[in-house]
């Protein structure tokens, strides 16, 4: 059974940093495209950053280009999606995700199957 379990949202100042973790187990984690959505409120899950295992490759919003970075322990069966640089408007509940097939696209949250239960990271001062 596919469980995805997200930790390490909160309350930060604008400017600040957050690293979310995504503990995973049930599911080879060398073969699944795994990756970070958000969801603010009133508006639709949109993806945040997207590591696909087969080959490496990394994919990452316009918006959180630069700012954000994503990265995976295979010991610890986690991934990490460090947050630099906060602004307000990063404020959303954040989820993992993961897949064997990415169907719709890397970034696109119809390509996802298995999901966590979700963190709250709101940017305020």
């Known amino acids: 059974q596919v469980q995805l379990v997200e930790s390490g949202g909160g309350l930060v100042q604008p400017g600040g940093s957050l690293r979310l973790s995504c503990a995973t187990s049930?599911?080879?984690?060398?073969?699944?495209?795994i990756g970070w959505f958000r969801q603010a409120p009133g508006k639709g899950r949109e993806g945040v950053s997207v590591f696909l295992t087969s080959d490496g490759t990394t994919y990452y919003a316009d918006s959180v280009k630069g700012r954000f970075t994503i990265s995976r322990d295979n010991a610890k069966n986690t991934v990490y999606l460090q947050m630099n640089s906060l602004k307000p408007e990063d404020t959303a509940v954040y989820y993992c995700?993961?897949?064997?097939?990415?169907?719709?696209?890397?970034?696109?949250?119809?390509?996802?199957?298995?999901w966590g239960q979700g963190t709250q990271v709101t940017v305020s001062s």
């Open positions: 049930g599911f080879s984690f060398d073969y699944y495209a």
């Open positions: 995700a993961a897949n064997i097939k990415v169907v719709a696209g890397p970034l696109s949250p119809y390509s996802y199957d298995h």
